[in-house]
């Protein structure tokens, strides 16, 4: 779609005459905490058993077996997964494998919205290339207003140490509004913002792997902000590397070896 065409069909978007859009119909918005609680009830209709706020302090394979150690535990298993987050290069490390993570800090905010043109059954979710940055949102889902964060950039921190809040770095809101101005015009007003965590990998490209001396231990790393919608999928693969070694979908550009 040219410029115009995107601006006829979302009058709330104002695009350069020189820009083109991509729609895709069939994509959608994942309510991630709802997400996340269908995932543990799953798990524990099942049998897993969830331990929550449980620190783990050490890591370690003896005879095949793997031994983990946390603040108040220990427990041993045949396998493990290794899926930490920005944790993960720690716990790798006590399994003898450096992997290239950096833990980077992000913002992203709510603005009030004008509801005729960016509620959630008139507004796509829409992801911008711009010269300035990558930048993406969401519509105003009930009534929360328009979501934006910018994809590209931001600051590496240690997750060990406290995450500034939205607003304690002058760029937080400033760089979102000065997306907004150019290319939403009509969302300018803050509702509220937010911070969280990337853990990039230098390509940015996950890792989902097994460990190169554990065929035991399976790695799942490096998502670099846009790992969550294959949770499913990321899920399956590392059941059967623990299960069987292998996965039925080539994962090979996945690889640990990469970096090497």
């Given at each position: 779609?040219?410029?115009?065409?995107?601006?006829?069909?979302?009058?709330?978007?104002?695009?350069?005459?020189?820009?083109?859009?991509?729609?895709?119909?069939?994509?959608?918005?994942?309510?991630?905490?709802?997400?996340?609680?269908?995932?543990?009830?799953?798990?524990?209709?099942?049998?897993?058993?969830?331990?929550?706020?449980?620190?783990?302090?050490?890591?370690?394979?003896?005879?095949?077996?793997?031994?983990?150690?946390?603040?108040?535990?220990?427990?041993h298993s045949e396998a493990l997964v290794v899926a930490a987050g920005a944790w993960s290069g720690e716990l790798a490390s006590m399994l003898?494998?450096?992997?290239?993570?950096?833990?980077?800090?992000?913002?992203?905010?709510?603005?009030?919205?004008?509801?005729?043109?960016?509620?959630?059954?008139?507004?796509?979710?829409?992801?911008?290339?711009?010269?300035?940055?990558?930048?993406?949102?969401?519509?105003?889902?009930?009534?929360?207003?328009?979501?934006?964060?910018?994809?590209?950039?931001?600051?590496?921190?240690?997750?060990?140490?406290?995450?500034?809040?939205?607003?304690?770095?002058?760029?937080?809101?400033?760089?979102?509004?000065?997306?907004?101005?150019?290319?939403?015009?009509?969302?300018?007003?803050?509702?509220?913002?937010?911070?969280?965590?990337?853990?990039?990998?230098?390509?940015?490209?996950?890792?989902?792997?097994?460990?190169?001396?554990?065929?035991?231990?399976?790695?799942?790393?490096?998502?670099?902000?846009?790992?969550?919608?294959?949770?499913?999928?990321?899920?399956?693969?590392l059941s059967n590397l623990i299960i069987s070694g292998k996965n039925d979908v080539d994962i090979s550009q996945f690889s640990i070896?990469?970096?090497?």
């Amino acid at each position: 779609m040219n410029a115009k065409e995107v601006k006829d069909r979302w009058p709330g978007f104002s695009l350069p005459s020189n820009y083109v859009g991509c729609f895709e119909p069939t994509s959608g918005v994942l309510k991630c905490e709802e997400s996340i609680q269908t995932y543990q009830e799953l798990a524990e209709y099942y049998g897993a058993t969830i331990l929550t706020n449980s620190r783990v302090k050490s890591v370690s394979i003896s005879n095949g077996k793997v031994k983990i150690k946390t603040d108040d535990n220990s427990y041993h298993s045949e396998a493990l997964v290794v899926a930490a987050g920005a944790w993960s290069g720690e716990l790798a490390s006590m399994l003898g494998l450096e992997l290239p993570l950096t833990p980077v800090r992000k913002s992203f905010a709510w603005f009030q919205a004008d509801e005729k043109l960016h509620h959630q059954n008139t507004f796509p979710a829409f992801a911008f290339e711009t010269s300035q940055g990558i930048y993406y949102g969401f519509p105003s889902i009930d009534g929360a207003g328009v979501k934006v964060g910018r994809h590209d950039g931001g600051d590496s921190i240690n997750p060990d140490v406290r995450l500034l809040a939205f607003g304690e770095k002058e760029t937080d809101k400033g760089d979102l509004v000065q997306f907004l101005n150019e290319y939403i015009p009509n969302v300018l007003q803050l509702n509220y913002g937010k911070t969280c965590m990337y853990t990039r990998t230098p390509d940015e490209k996950f890792i989902i792997d097994l460990h190169p001396n554990y065929s035991n231990v399976a790695i799942a790393a490096g998502f670099s902000g846009h790992g969550f919608k294959f949770s499913s999928a990321v899920g399956q693969a590392l059941s059967n590397l623990i299960i069987s070694g292998k996965n039925d979908v080539d994962i090979s550009q996945f690889s640990i070896k990469r970096f090497n």
